[in-house]
Every structure is written in C-alpha cells, then in structure tokens.
C-alpha cells in the first residue's frame, strides 16, 4: 500500500533525535566504512568518498563475483548482467519488508545496518517503490520522457542567460551549472516567470543558494555526511518543502504557464503534485547539475569531442548520454530484500541490503565497444542509469533536458573552452562524486 502521505505538509513532523544523537550515528558509521576500507573491502572504500579510484574499485567489486558480499553485510554488484537483472527484481525495494525502521536508534554494533544512514524520508527519497510508480503517473503527463522536452525552449533561454553573464574567467560548477539548474527549474515549476523580472531573479537566487545545500541528499542516504552538512541538509529540505507547499497553494489558486499548473490542471491532488516537486528539487536537480559538469568536464579532457559538439551543438544530447553511461550521476542505487531469494551464488535473507554499483556495471554491458572510453559515438549504448523505479527515474527527463541545454549552451558560446586548474569534488560523495570547482578560461 503506498504510504506517501495524503498532505504534503509545509514542514515536516518534529524529529526527536538530538545533534549528539545524530552525530553519534553518523561517526559509528563513518567508522565502520573507515576500518573496514582500510582492511581492503572495496565497497567500504567506496563509500568512504576519498578519493579513490572509483573505476578501480568498481573492476575489483566485478572480480570478486557477479554478487560480492561486502564485510558490512551489503551484497554488491558490479556486473552488468546481474545489475541489470537485480533492478528489475520485484523482491527487492527500497525500504524495509513491512516498513522502515528507525536505524537512528539502534545499535550498529550488534545490527549492522548501514543502509539508510541519514534520515530521508523528509525528502520522499526512501519512499517504497510504489509510491514513485504513482508518483510517476503524476509527472509523466506534463515532465515525463515524451512530455519534458516540451519545456525545452524555457530551459534553453535560462541556460542561455546564465552563460551569458561569465566573463572571460569563471567556475564551471559556481558560475554556470548551479546557476543554470536554478534558472531551469525556477522557470519550468513556476517560481518564476518567462521574463528577467526583479521577482524571478529572487527566486532564481533563492533557488541557486538552496540547491547544493539539497545536492548532498543522494550522497547522505548511504555516506555519513559531517554533523554540521547533515543538520545543514535538514534545514534545506524543511525551507524546499515550504517552497513547494506554497507554490503548489498559489498555483491552485491562480494557474500560470509552468509545469505544477499543467500537473494541476489534469485534476491531480495537490500533496502529489507538491511531491513530484520537491523530488525535482531535492534529485533532479543534483542530477541535472552533476551530468552537465561531468559532460563538460569529459568533453574538455575529450579535445576532438568538445569541438564535435561546438561545431554540431545537436551533439549536447549525445554527449549526455555518454556521460550518462561513462559516469552517472547515481553511482550506487540501494534496495532491501521483502524476502528470502538466491541470487548469483549468494542466499539473500529478507530486510538484507542489495547495492548496484551502476558506473562499473554500465561498463560491463554487452553491445558496447571500448567501454572504459569516453566517446560520443556510444549514444544510445546500452546503459543501467537512472533506471529501477526510484525517484532518479522520475526525475530523469527533466534532468536530461536541463543538462543537455547548458552544455548546448557552453558549447555555441565558447569554443575555446578550456580548464583553467584542476576539477575539485566534493567530499563524502560516493554516489554522486559530485564536481564543486573548475576554473575555466574562455
């Protein structure tokens, strides 16, 4: 039964976890991933988020077997085959047999649970799968993959109008993605208005400071963030769903030229409108703005490639999707067993933790020459991202227009592109590995 709930209140119910409480849990964890990394378990390193050689590890998960049991309990895959197979297996979901539990209060040390580390169900990532099937029926129609190119002509004029404020030197990540996101959004979900008014400036500026402080969410689900990032996270999601709640109130009362006014005006209730929202913001966003930065990132190291795309800018589509494939922005997708089930030479217990690791599986997928290469003429190769039924599935569409048009954007504008230093990823971030600073020159 789908348990998302009926209202989408504007904040969410008081927690009783305490900062010590939760700092406590996170540092047992972040322990557990420290020790257990050190004695060689490579899906611990991964989940340390230190830097490591992230395609190293995910050769040395494949080694080990189609389904490699980690010695924090999780069953990983890197194959291709069975990750492509676990996916789709309707025994495994994203919460609990019978409910979440509050890991919060348990003792890691005699469960080893370390599957939901931060708690997210504020922001509707932990949902059951059948609640974003649902939610699914309420995006498709009006954000959904034949309907969200739709929006692409307001998400192209954003994008543009963000680039053309960088001057000769400028941040990929500061000065272009985050703020193109932000623009994007702010326009298609009804923020803002289609003009550069004083009013949607403000919004495009809200949205542009709130973003990133969202973006560690998908991380925060299986890495500990610090204390501090976490509480910080908390207060980020409780501002977005005001945000939401009161954009979803006003467009019901006076329907404008936006997506949530389309979502409402096919007689949708206003709490799933209100959810499909705030999913867009807390990983549609993260998604679309780590996709275009890595797209760009591994068209720069890429010459002949980059100069493809600027002198053919149709080819933005392309080289999404090869980023897509070659270095997705959902790296690690988490499911629990609702019961017994062998899989691959592993016997699975009911609530066992299942972890796809989705870059290294995508490299293992037949029907694709050279892999580990970087090239656009893998479009369309099979790829495993943003698939299975979770919420980087309902946001994808989107996502997918929104990075296509800044790198569009980048690539009609500046030709002489090139990094001006070294890219700097964030910290503690296995999943998304998301990139937080590249000077460039134009």
Known sequence: MPTTPQTLPPTAPTTTVTPSELGRHLLTIRGFHFVLGALGDPYARLLRGEGDDTAALGEEIRRAGPLFRSHLGTCVTASGEAAAALLRDPRLDTRHPGGDRAHLGENLWETWRTCHVTPMDDALLTLPLADYRRLDRVNRPVLGPVT??????????????????????????????????????????????????????????????????????????????????????????????????????????????????????????EADVAAACLLHLVAGAEIAAATAADAVVALLDHPGQWAAVCRSP??????????????PPVRLV?????????????????????????????RD???????????????????????????????????????????????????????????????????????????LCR
């Open 365 to 439: 997928l037949a029907g694709v020459a050279d892999p580990d290469r970087f090239d656009l003429a893998h479009a369309g190769a099979p790829s495993l991202s943003l698939t299975g039924g979770g919420p980087e599935e309902l946001v994808a569409p989107l996502a997918r227009v929104v990075a296509t048009e800044i790198v569009r954007a980048a690539a009609t504008r500046w030709p002489g592109l090139r990094a001006d230093g070294a890219v700097v990823r964030r910290m503690r971030s296995p999943v998304v590995r998301a990139v937080v600073r590249l000077p």
């Open 314 to 327: 149709e080819l933005a589509a392309d080289a999404v999707e090869e980023t897509l494939r070659w270095s």
């Open 148 to 269: 969200a190119g739709a929006w692409r002509a307001d998400v192209r004029s954003a994008a543009g109008r963000v680039a053309d404020r960088a001057g000769e030197t400028f941040d990929l990540a500061a000065d272009l993605v985050r703020p193109a996101v932000a623009a994007a959004l702010s326009r298609v979900l009804g923020l803002s208005g289609p003009g550069p008014d004083e009013g949607g400036r403000a919004a495009e500026r809200e949205l542009a400071e709130l973003l990133p402080r969202l973006g560690v969410a998908l991380d925060a689900v299986l890495c500990p963030p610090r204390l501090p990032v976490a509480r910080d996270l908390e207060e980020a999601v409780a501002r977005a769903r005001v945000l939401v709640h009161d954009l979803v109130t006003a467009r019901a009362a006076e329907p404008g030229d936006d997506a949530v006014s389309a979502m409402l005006a096919t007689g949708l209730g």
């Open 334 to 362: 988490s499911r629990t067993a609702q019961e017994p089930l062998a899989a691959y030479g592993q016997d699975i217990d009911a609530d066992a933790h299942v972890v796809i690791v989705v870059d290294a599986a995508n």
